[in-house]
């Protein structure tokens, strides 16, 4: 008998250890930054972004790009249409794996930090980013995963500078600043 309860509590931890983790979307954000005119920057965001973590570590986290969020409606038009081209490319992908010690961060009560190497699929192509985040335990079974700096995309590694051209062009500015820092604020929960 006592066995039979030692053996379901383990299973029972054994399947809080084990599940999956999913994005809380009204805690979460993606942010990127744009300069234009070497002067004026601004800062933006994705309002439909979706991730998990898998039991395996296995992190996924998509963009929909059509939600781009400038807080003006015709240049968030002009974004999608004319630079990422969401009727051919309408997301973005970003994924990498964690290692154990890492995966059992996420358990952990305190502050970790740690390099990650991702793959970034964004316009039809692909490309190895690195990042360092920190995981925060947080309660009732959440834990956040944020930049502990920004990540720099070019843009040109993206094949997006003519849409970039394009954006400056129709909006007669001297200048867009083809590099784009990224910061993430992701909540999930077990």
């Known amino acids: 008998m006592i066995r039979s309860i030692f053996f379901m509590v383990a299973m029972i931890f054994t399947q809080q250890v084990m599940a999956e983790w999913a994005l809380v979307n009204h805690k979460s954000y993606l942010n990127f930054i744009t300069t234009k005119n070497g002067e004026k920057t601004e800062v933006h965001k994705f309002s439909n972004i979706n991730s998990s973590i898998s039991q395996q570590g296995n992190v996924v986290l ?61 316009h039809g192509i692909q490309k190895d980013v690195s990042a360092q985040i920190r995981v925060a335990v947080l309660p009732d079974n959440e834990v956040l995963v944020t930049t502990v700096k920004p990540i720099i995309f070019s843009i040109s590694d993206y094949g997006l500078l003519d849409g970039l051209n394009k954006l400056r062009e129709v909006a007669k500015l001297k200048s867009i600043t083809p590099s784009v820092p990224v910061t993430l604020n992701l909540v999930y929960k077990k």
Request: charged share 25%; aromatic share 8%; glycine share 2%.
């Open 62 to 122: 998509t963009i929909d790009l059509a939600s781009v969020e400038t807080h003006i409606p015709i240049r968030n038009k002009r974004i999608r249409e004319m630079f990422f081209q969401v009727n051919q490319y309408p997301k973005a992908e970003i994924s990498f794996k964690l290692n154990e010690k890492q995966l059992q961060s996420l358990e952990e009560v305190g502050l970790n930090v740690f390099e990650v190497t991702a793959k970034c699929n964004l």
